[in-house]
């Protein structure tokens, strides 16, 4: 069973830093193109970064480049966001999601249930 | 970005009747990459549809989505009341992948 499960939410101030981590199980982790997507409250979805199933390759938003850096350990099954200069509109609950393949033009076939960032002084 | 425009922005419908749900892109999206997902309350989003058409792994057949240039559709043919979500249309062909604002289904 495919789970993903994410952690290291928290409250920080704006400017301050926080890293989320999603640990997966459950398919070959080193095999899948992985994402994060947000979510703010009581708002739709938006994407926020992607890997590559190898790491070489890295995507972000506009709105989040320069500020976040994504991240993973294969041999860790780990996925990790590093979030630095938060600012209040990045407050929002952060999925992790698993591409169905490789690739990064594919859709998203798994989710974690997410963790709550709240960036608020 | 390519601009993800769903309607309507909430469906209200008894059991057993049928939804259809519209997502309309702003430009040019091959249709095998669109996706629709459905998110129940306090819930991750789950996929249900990829490729425009093709429903994924476990998802009934009373699911199924279709497209039209522009314009794609997701049906459910037969409502259930666990039906009760919002859904979000997904393009993926272009960077940076973008989502519709979603449409909340009610079952009355």
């Known amino acids: 069973e495919v789970q993903l499960v994410e952690s290291g939410g928290g409250l920080v101030q704006p400017g301050g830093s926080l890293r989320l981590s999603c640990a997966a199980s459950?398919?070959?982790?080193?095999?899948?193109?992985m994402s994060w997507v947000r979510q703010a409250p009581g708002k739709g979805l938006e994407w926020v970064s992607a890997?590559?199933?190898?790491?070489?390759?890295?995507y972000y938003a506009d709105s989040v480049k320069g500020r976040f850096t994504i991240s993973r350990d294969n041999s860790n099954n780990t996925l990790y966001l590093q979030m630095n200069s938060l600012r209040a509109e990045d407050t929002a609950l952060y999925y992790c999601?698993?591409?169905?393949?490789?690739?990064?033009?594919?859709?998203?076939?798994?989710w974690g249930q997410g963790s709550l960032v709240t960036v608020s002084s | 970005e390519i601009v993800l425009t769903q309607s309507p922005g909430t469906l209200s419908l008894s059991p057993g009747e049928r939804a259809t749900l519209s997502c309309r892109a702003g430009?040019?999206?091959?249709?095998?990459?669109l996706a629709w997902y459905q998110q129940r309350p306090g819930q991750a989003p789950r996929l249900l549809i990829y490729?425009?058409?093709s429903r994924a792994t476990g998802i009934p057949d009373r699911f199924s989505g279709s497209a039209s240039g522009t314009d794609f559709t997701l049906t459910i043919s037969r409502l259930e009341p666990e039906d009760s979500a919002v859904y979000y249309c997904?393009?993926?062909?272009?960077?940076?992948?973008?989502f519709g604002q979603g449409t909340k289904v009610e079952i009355k």
């Open positions: 999601a698993k591409r169905d393949s490789s690739g990064y033009y594919r859709p998203f076939d798994y």
């Open positions: 459950g398919f070959t982790f080193r095999n899948y193109a």
């Open positions: 890997i590559s199933n190898t790491g070489v390759n890295t």
């Open positions: 430009q040019s999206v091959s249709s095998s990459y």
């Open positions: 490729g425009a058409s």
């Open positions: 997904h393009q993926y062909g272009i960077s940076p992948q973008t």
